[in-house]
């Protein structure tokens, strides 16, 4: 009988967040009758699919929060002897998949070396400057990124090989090595939102309390708003645990609005809204605001140059406003109130646009990498073209 293919996710960020959705749903693409997966996590709590074997990661709390110097090092030394312990009690790790960043997971390419699997490196956020972080880039077999972490890698990877830093930054993508793949997240088939079916204006709220998240811009534009024209508004956070950026605070008591900490039924309640407002600071993708375009909401969202602020067109399948200013977010929430055929409309054409971000799609690859399969090139599907377009192949570093 042929051995399952063992994979190994680690996860040392200790509370939920969409970086862990977006991995979960890679995962859930996997084929568990010809492999089985570990994950290695701080937060078993954030991870939902019964095929997964979470194993609760032991780390000293003086060290947990560490995030440079001598320190950092060990914390990541004490993850590798996870990983060794995970390798004794499962048998042999054929790949590994580091879910956040090479900083975050650092401790795979501690071991890589001795127990010699394939490193699959996501990257959902910009990474740091820094040296290690470049050589543990170098040392991936692949990596998939969200395009507006490309200026960050380049630089990391510069630092690292000061000799590779180009004379001009343009075209990053032609500087980045072969085996960087741009990615978009995506939504599983499963988990698809249900669509909104409040007929009145209701809004929707939903992130960590990470200040950068901007809860308090959402907040400020409430208290501008009268309580008998402002809309009924849930909001739904994740307190985070063991970190050392700046938090806000919640609950806070306004009137019409509801708090929900971590909510079960979270789907339900983005159901019985029909407004969402993204408050994030240059937010690398946003996968919230996917899943509210899923449900047919109208989403509101700062025109920071950001992903979404980059694909969606104002008053067309989204409304902008000013970046950080509450005022002019107010404003806006003010005017939707009255009119909620334009909710209505403009929440129909960001779900159209939602339904170009299928996980089964936009994550092929990344599955095909996970399962040990090969790129198969047909060579008469090269000589063929398809409506003018031509096919091009770009070589990848396959594990």
Same mark, same amino acid.
């Not at 709390?61 to 993850?79: D, T």
């Not at 990257?123 to 490309?150: F, M, Q, W």
């Not at 960050?152 to 960087?180: D, G, I, V």
């Not at 403009?346 to 994550?363: D, F, P, S």
């Given at each position: 009988?042929?051995?399952k293919r063992h994979l190994l996710v680690i996860d040392p960020t200790a509370y939920a967040g969409g970086s862990k959705v977006a991995t979960e749903n890679i995962l859930r693409l996997l084929n568990t009758q010809h492999m089985h997966i570990t994950v290695l996590t701080a937060d ?225 309640? =983005?159901?019985?809204? $029909?407004?969402?407002?993204?408050? !994030? #600071? ?6 919230? @605001?996917? %899943? /509210? ?33 509450? =005022?002019?977010?107010? $404003?806006?929430?003010?005017?939707? !109130? #009255? ?6 409309? @403009?929440? %129909? /054409? ?50």
């Amino acid at each position: 009988m042929k051995t399952k293919r063992h994979l190994l996710v680690i996860d040392p960020t200790a509370y939920a967040g969409g970086s862990k959705v977006a991995t979960e749903n890679i995962l859930r693409l996997l084929n568990t009758q010809h492999m089985h997966i570990t994950v290695l996590t701080a937060d078993p709590d954030s991870w939902h699919w019964p095929e997964l074997k979470r194993c609760k990661l032991y780390q000293p709390k003086c060290l947990s929060q560490q995030e440079q110097g001598i320190a950092y090092f060990l914390r990541h030394f004490f993850i590798a002897f996870n990983i060794l312990l995970i390798r004794l009690r499962f048998g042999k790790i054929n790949i590994a998949l580091g879910a956040s960043g090479p900083g975050v997971d650092l401790a795979l390419y501690l071991v890589k070396p001795i127990m010699g699997f394939s490193i699959v490196q996501l990257v959902h956020g910009p990474v740091a400057c820094s040296r290690t972080i470049g050589k543990c880039l170098y040392a991936a077999n692949e990596v998939h990124y969200l395009e507006s972490c490309s200026n960050s890698l380049l630089r990391a990877l510069s630092r690292a090989r000061p000799e590779t830093l180009p004379c001009s930054t343009s075209s990053l993508q032609k500087q980045l090595p072969e085996y960087f793949h741009t990615m978009k997240n995506g939504l599983s088939e499963h988990a698809w939102p249900c669509r909104c079916y409040n007929k009145h204006p209701t809004i929707f709220w939903a992130a960590s309390l990470l200040k950068w998240k901007g809860l308090d811009t959402l907040l400020n534009a409430l208290k501008r708003i009268t309580p008998k024209t402002r809309p009924e508004t849930h909001i739904c956070y994740i307190q985070p645990k063991e970190t050392t950026m700046p938090i806000s605070h919640a609950p806070v008591d306004i009137q019409g609005v509801h708090w929900y900490e971590a909510p079960e039924n979270l789907d339900l309640l =983005r159901g019985c809204s $029909n407004i969402f407002v993204s408050t !994030s #600071h240059n937010e690398p993708f946003g996968l919230s @605001i996917l %899943e /509210a375009m899923a449900a047919g909401h109208c989403v509101l969202i700062p025109d920071d140059g950001a992903y979404w602020d980059r694909i969606l067109k104002n008053e067309i399948n989204c409304i902008k406003y000013t970046a950080n200013d509450a =005022r002019d977010l107010a $404003n806006k929430l003010l005017w939707l !109130s #009255h009119h909620m055929e334009r909710i209505n409309t @403009i929440g %129909e /054409a960001a779900n159209k646009v939602a339904l170009n971000y299928r996980a089964h799609i936009l994550y092929a690859d990344i599955k095909d990498t996970l399962e040990g399969k090969t790129t198969q090139i047909n060579i008469a599907s090269l000589l063929q073209t398809n409506r003018g377009t031509q096919h091009h192949v770009t070589p990848a570093r396959r594990t």
